[in-house]
């Protein structure tokens, strides 16, 4: 059988680790790169010796590929997906899928008419430890979720946001930490707890960047079964980490990137707050731990959600993370900015058209250099 042909579009940063993800997957070939960069393209061409390009046209024209990687700053990914689509290739984008819902969903549409796989690379979902919190809350035994926490914390020097002009404005990135570093939290604490959204209450700040977009957030969220969920994000605080907690009728469980806790009631809290006679009982529970080194021979990250995608493309179903996955947590995000921005709670799905709108207008006023931070903590939301 012969192997599946990937390229990746966008060498520096990300592009690294599907390159690398690529070569060390069984049935895989690493056909292509495409940096915008031809310095960078042509360097990368020699070192890996495959076709380099600085135009993803001439690429998709000139080289049979079965799937692309789309790894370039988030305002590129729909227009390299769609032609993608047309050219036949199937495509696996980075988070997020996009900067707007709006531009998500037409990712999804085109890949469904021209009948393509459209992943999105969430590779902390095939974490060990994340894989087992979703499959206790999946299974029931803790109950009904009552209530969501995620603090994502990704701590950014300003040399990160010197390394490249696109990076912390309004027309290169389209956003802050919702949609770069904390993609990957919104995503889990949606995906483990199984929760709908359907409304947000958010607040968004740049507090000590020299940067037009968030570098902090926070926000309130209602779900539709009445859950309540609580979301904070930052590139300011250190040391960096993502902490989750899954509260239940049955029990409650809390994630790290070292431990999972998961607490298990001897009786629901329902039923436990409806028979005791004690006036300040509650319900023992039993506590279990899961810890990450006992799991260190399992593989995940890049290089399984690349071989899934493989599989994916040469066994014809869907990948373990569709667009549909990925347009979850981006839609999430959109609603906390737009909320942050309006000074006012967004109900879901968040409004396409005012969302696009409003980035539309903060892109435009967007001068791609680094603001000089005031004394005091500048909110998104004032304008």
């Known amino acids: 059988m012969s192997a599946i042909r990937l390229a990746v579009v966008g060498t520096k940063g990300v592009g690294q680790a599907h390159i690398r993800a690529i070569r060390s ?28 390009y600085s135009d993803v046209g001439a690429m998709l024209a000139r080289e049979k590929l079965d799937g692309l990687c789309i790894c370039t700053p988030h305002w590129f990914h729909p227009e390299i997906a769609l032609a993608a689509f047309e050219s036949g290739a199937n495509v696996l984008c980075e988070k997020p899928l ?12 085109a890949a469904r008419a021209a009948k393509k796989l459209l992943a999105v690379s969430f590779q902390y979902r095939t974490a060990p430890l994340n894989t087992k919190a979703r499959e206790i809350v999946a299974s029931g035994r803790l109950g009904e979720v009552q209530r969501t926490l995620v603090v994502s914390n990704w701590y950014r020097p300003e040399a990160y946001f010197r390394s490249a002009p696109w990076r912390g404005t309004w027309k290169g990135e389209g956003g802050g930490v919702l949609l770069n570093q904390a993609q990957h939290a919104l995503d889990l604490v949606l995906w483990i707890s199984g929760l709908v959204p359907e409304r947000v209450t958010g607040e968004t700040a740049t507090l000590m960047h020299k940067i037009e977009v968030e570098d902090r957030a926070c926000a309130l969220v209602h779900y539709r079964n009445s859950a309540t969920g609580y979301v904070f994000a930052s590139t300011t605080e250190a040391p960096s980490g993502t902490f989750i907690e899954i509260a239940c009728d049955k029990g409650r469980l809390t994630l790290d990137e070292k431990l999972l806790r998961v607490g298990e009631l001897e009786r629901s809290c329902a039923e436990f707050m409806e028979s005791s006679p004690e006036k300040f009982a509650e319900p023992k529970c039993t506590w279990e ?35 549909e996955d990925g347009l ?54 004032t304008g």
């Not at 069984?26 to 990368?44: F, K, N, P, V, Y």
């Not at 996009?98 to 531009?103: I, L, P, Q, S």
């Open 25 to 52: 997957t069984s049935g895989c070939a690493l056909a292509a790169i495409c940096d915008i960069d031809q310095a960078e393209a042509e360097a990368r061409s020699r070192e890996l010796g495959v076709p380099g």
């Open 289 to 323: 731990e899961f810890r990450a080194e006992a799991f260190a021979g399992v593989k995940w990250g890049h290089e399984v959600v690349v071989a899934d995608f493989a599989d994916a493309i040469r066994t014809g179903r869907a990948p373990m993370i569709t667009g």
């Open 98 to 109: 996009a900067v707007t819902v709006e531009d998500g969903e037409r990712m999804i549409a």
């Open 328 to 381: 979850k947590a981006l839609e999430l995000a959109n609603a906390i900015v737009l909320s942050g921005q309006r000074g006012e709670p967004v109900g879901m799905p968040v409004p396409r058209k005012a969302y696009s709108e409003m980035v539309a207008l903060l892109a435009g006023r967007s001068s791609r250099r680094r603001r000089r931070r005031s004394a005091r903590a500048r909110r998104t939301g």
